[in-house]
């Protein structure tokens, strides 16, 4: 009995050093690798944040875990993210490949597609539409300004009540991107939107959840019928609605005369004519499924933090509205170009961004070649986890890390400045291609709404609770907000 036991510990022991030396010669330091489970253990699967932390403290900027078998290597801080991203962007330019997602959204799209000249020549497409869309009625501007209307008309219904904004903003959002990508909108209560907006809540849970690191880690139980089926059935019910989007616009399109981004796709592969072009119809609809799912939450989960910290900080929401009463005065409605005149109001979104923390671990990238980060060797194929939240509050980089403060954009002289460490939209060749259009809806409809309402904070509240909701995208507690009209302006 007791030689059994001894060699039973001899065999573990053993067994825990070979698997320790699994980690690749010079990879970044981690805790000790188990056999088949990896660090899953150590990691809580509801909320792994605070065990996050406690590696860092342990391991420092760069360290690797094993997500079941596979390792993976979290990157932390600025000049570490900047070397990986932007110095080394195209070593550090993949998107792992085996994962849940690649499987359910078949290597098609934007988001997700791995590093290569299918995702180059898309993305460059995308960058060129968006950037060239329209002028006058046809404008970014207005189809953003056309929405904010349906926002206003909410709000005005709700004058001295008190409501929840979640839905109002998160459609706004998705009409936004709508309108982009097909102009059209849909009414507030619409099944068609409620039924994506409901896939893509499902499936965001379901990629961070357990059940996507164990369909991960273990390819034996990926034809099981588990919850992650349903991932698979929610890209399919999407996918059926975009290709009906794609069939009417078919229909109805002038080719040469683009009313919107799936007209300018079409008129793309008109031209294309060769075989070696990646613009394909199946192409087509996934990407317009990654464009609303990347444009939604992101956009509305910002802006709901926005209004929590602006109605808890009413002097910052106060000098917000004087500089808006002031450059906007006489004019009917805000430009994407009053920005320029406006330093505090964007000092104030920037800040809310930062505090906001939206994608806190951006997306996952992935090494496209061996390469080296920080002197540590990484092969090709790892998975690369980069921290933005370690960045944007960042010790040493920001002049208040901890607090809601626009100082952290203001120089001395009052003018708006962004230090470098402002990456919500991650860095290098992977950033955010939806920068631009997130950038000025955050703008004109802050703008719009504080300059006609003052939001308040209802007394019967509580204290606020500022901790976000772990998720892909990090999101407010929900809360209520309190309206009244402005009397200036
Ligand atoms: C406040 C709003 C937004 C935030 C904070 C945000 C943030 C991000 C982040 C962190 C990434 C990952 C970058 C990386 O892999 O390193 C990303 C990627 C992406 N975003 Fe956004 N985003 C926002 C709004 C939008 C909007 C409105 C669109 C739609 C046009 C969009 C489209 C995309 C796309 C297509 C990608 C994938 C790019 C690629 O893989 O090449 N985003 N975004
Ligand atoms: C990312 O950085 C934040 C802030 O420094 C930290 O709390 C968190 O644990 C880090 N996450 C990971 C995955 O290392
Ligand atoms: C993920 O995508 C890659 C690249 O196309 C493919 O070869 C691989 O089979 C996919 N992984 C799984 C698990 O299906």
Same mark, same amino acid.
């Given at each position: ?242 290709? =009906?989007?794609? &069939? @009417?616009?078919? !229909?109805?399109?002038? $080719?040469? *005369? ?131 939240? =370690?960045?944007? &509050? @960042?010790?040493? !980089?920001?002049?208040? $890390?901890? *607090? ?86």
């Amino acid at each position: 009995m007791f030689v059994s036991i001894i060699l039973l510990l001899i065999c573990v022991v053993f067994i825990i050093i070979q698997l320790k030396s699994r980690r690749p010669k010079n990879f970044p330091p981690g805790p000790t690798v188990l056999p088949i489970l990896g660090n899953l253990l150590e990691l809580s699967l509801e909320n792994p944040l605070n065990d996050f932390e406690r590696l860092r403290k342990t391991y420092g900027n760069v360290y690797s875990i094993f997500l079941g078998p596979k390792p993976a290597v979290v990157i932390n801080g600025m000049k570490t993210i900047k070397e990986a991203l932007v110095t080394k962007g195209v070593d550090f330019a993949g998107r792992p490949q085996d994962l849940l997602v690649n499987d359910s959204t078949q290597r098609k799209g934007v988001i997700l597609a791995d590093y290569g000249p299918s995702w180059k020549e898309q993305r460059r497409f995308a960058l060129m539409t968006l950037r060239n869309f329209g002028m006058g009625k046809d404008s970014m501007e207005e189809r953003i300004h056309e929405e904010i209307k349906y926002t206003m008309d909410t709000l005005e219904k709700s004058i001295g009540q008190s409501i929840s904004p979640r839905i109002m903003f998160h459609n706004a959002a998705s009409n936004i991107i709508c309108q982009v990508l097909f102009g059209i909108r849909y009414e507030y209560d619409d099944e068609v939107i409620k039924v994506i907006v409901q896939c893509f809540t499902e499936n965001a849970k379901i990629a961070n959840g357990p059940w996507a690191m164990l369909y991960d880690s273990f390819p034996m139980i990926r034809s099981l019928p588990l919850p992650f089926r349903k991932a698979f059935k929610n890209v399919e019910t999407c996918q059926k609605l975009a290709i =009906s989007w794609m &069939n @009417e616009h078919k !229909q109805t399109r002038v $080719p040469g *005369e683009p009313r919107d981004f799936v007209d300018c796709y079409l008129d793309r592969m008109d031209k294309a004519g060769d075989d070696q072009s990646s613009f394909s119809e199946a192409q087509l609809t996934m990407y317009i499924l990654d464009l609303h799912f990347a444009g939604t939450d992101t956009t509305s989960n910002t802006l709901l933090t926005g209004f929590l910290y602006l109605m808890n900080y009413p002097h910052i929401q106060e000098r917000c509205q004087q500089e808006i009463d002031e450059v906007l005065d006489g004019k009917d409605q805000a430009s994407a170009e009053d920005r320029n005149s406006m330093p505090y109001m964007q000092a104030v979104i920037h800040e809310v961004q930062r505090v906001a923390n939206t994608v806190p671990l951006s997306v996952f990238h992935c090494t496209t070649k061996d390469t080296e980060l920080m002197g540590y060797s990484i092969p090709k194929g790892t998975l690369i986890i980069p921290n933005l939240s =370690s960045v944007l &509050n @960042e010790e040493g !980089q920001w002049k208040f $890390p901890n *607090e809601f403060n626009p100082e952290n954009f203001l120089n001395d002289q009052g003018e708006f400045v962004k230090p470098e460490a402002f990456m919500p939209f991650s860095a290098g060749p992977r950033m955010c291609l939806g920068e631009g259009l997130a950038r000025m809806e955050l703008f004109l409809i802050m703008v719009t709404l504080l300059r006609k309402f003052k939001f308040l904070w209802p007394e019967d509240a509580g204290e606020p609770d500022f901790t976000p909701v772990y998720g892909v995208t990090l999101t407010p507690k929900p809360y209520r907000m309190k309206l009244q009209l402005r009397e200036t302006n």
